[in-house]
Structures are given as C-alpha cells and as structure tokens.
C-alpha cells in the first residue's frame, strides 16, 4: 500500500502538532462542504455522553428478568432496543455470559472494537499493544494482573471482536486457553448476520462486572 | 506490526487512563461523521492504519493513528489534494 500524501511525521506526545492537523482537516472538509460542524459536534456529544451506564442497565435487567436475560443471549442489540438504550452502529452486538464453569474475555486484536454506545469508550489498556497481545498468548496471566484468579477448572474463553479476522466478515474467533488453538465461528451468528459487513461486538456479561466489547 | 494477537510479549499492562484531550474528541467524530456521510468505513479507517509505515504506527498514539487514516483515504478519494492539509498548517 503506498501512502501517497506527504506529511511531516506525526510523533507520540506531540499532541499540539496533532491537535492543529485535526482542526485544519476539520476546517478544510468543511469547507469543501464534505461535513457540516453540526455534524462533528454531534459525534462530539454523543461521545462524552456514553458511559458504562447503559451496558450496566443492560446487565441487571438480565440479573432479575430471566426471559429478558435469554433474549439479551440471543440478540443483545434487539435487547438493548428493548429497554430503549442505543445499541450502537455495529449490526451485530453480542452478549455472553460468565458463569461459575466459563469465563470470557474479549480483545481487539487489530485494534479497538469496543460497544463504545453501552460502555463508553474503550479504556487505554484495552488499545494498548501489551493488552492485545497478552490477551491471546497469556489470557490467564492478563486475568491475574487484573485481579482475577480463575480456578484451574474454569474454562477461558478468549473472543476476538475484530471483524475480519474470519473469512466471514462478522466471524467470531474462538481461541482456546493457551492461544490460538481452537477456532470456531460464534454459534449465535446466523447466515443472514453473517453476509453484513459487520463488526462483531461483544459485551462481557456477568454477576460481577461488565467487561469489555466492541465498536 | 497491526495484528497482535499471539505475539509473544510480557510486557506489563498499563492501566492508567487519560481524559480525551479535545483534538482526540474531535479526531473521533471526525471519522464518525465521515462514516455516517458514507464518505469512509470503519474498514477503510483500518486500512488506512495498517498502511502506516511500522516505525510510524509504533510511535504513533492511538487518535494520531485515526488522524493518519482519516488523512490518507480522503487522500485517495481525491476529497483533499496531497499536501494540501500541511500547505494550511504552513500558511
């Protein structure tokens, strides 16, 4: 891929210079009328607005409404339209469940796909290298660095919610415990989800914690 | 260099989070908004951060990473002309 524009580098912790650029792209699209600032602003305060509120109400609706927590496992974006919250963008949002016997962990392998509508945008770590990395080659360890010991017979199940690491854009990559052994689509992706270009989003769910996700 | 997963690595995770400075706010909507135009997809932002040149994409931050792409496919839709972001910031 040649990359065909010219720009002086743009380097970490140089954040004004950073800064400038996208104030100048802004002006300038705006300009050509590819945008209206209405529109920029609007992405700006749907942004600060999300939190893990949402992704919260989600859960324990599902704590205390057990046909509403099977539909929540069956189509969490139908689930989330249910109790009226914004599901996001992504057509396909998943919900899994952790349970005494199965434990999940979700990493964007290529990058950051995060169901940033019910959690908010991702935390650092979950964009960081170490997270992306670690979180296949050595899930158990990510886990007790977070404070989570597992028992040895508890299953970890590591989801990747990159779209496009399968053949099928809205693929889920199943990874055993100690990385890439196992690889299987997610069994509640049906054919007609998978045809989208989707995002694949997840959303950890469990009595303890919400965790992490998708775009 | 983009795709991470499985790399052998025991590098610590660090935890310590930081408020979205304004610029990495306006970068977001900025690709958000060119989304919903149908201008870009989240697949071409992807593309447009994997083309980066390794060295590049290690230094860079995660927002200066989006400001790239968002850069390099409007680049290649023709939306701006090359140079042409750098011949404002000069002026």
Redesign the interface.
Known sequence: MSHDHDHAPITNGDEPAAAARAHALEELLVEKGVLRREDVREGIDWLVSRTPADGARLVARAWVDPEFKQRLLEDARAAALELGLDPGPSPVLVAVENTAHVHHMVVCTLCSCYPRALLGPPPDWYKSFPYRTRAVSDPRGVLTEFGVELDDDVELHVLDSTADRDPAPAGWQRGADRGRAGRARHPRLDDRRRSARAQASALIFSRARVFAGCR | M?????????????????T????E??????V??????G?M???EL??G?????PD?YE??????RW??S???I???KG??A?????A??AG
């Open positions: 983009h795709d991470r997963g499985g790399w052998s690595s025991d590098a610590p995770i660090d935890r310590s989070e930081h979205l400075a304004d610029w706010l306006l970068t977001d909507a900025l958000g908004a060119l989304g919903r135009q201008v997809n989240v697949d992807r593309r951060i994997e083309s980066m040149p590049e230094r860079a931050s995660y927002y200066e400001l790239y968002a850069e390099t409007l680049t290649e939306l701006i090359p140079g042409e972001l750098d404002r910031l």
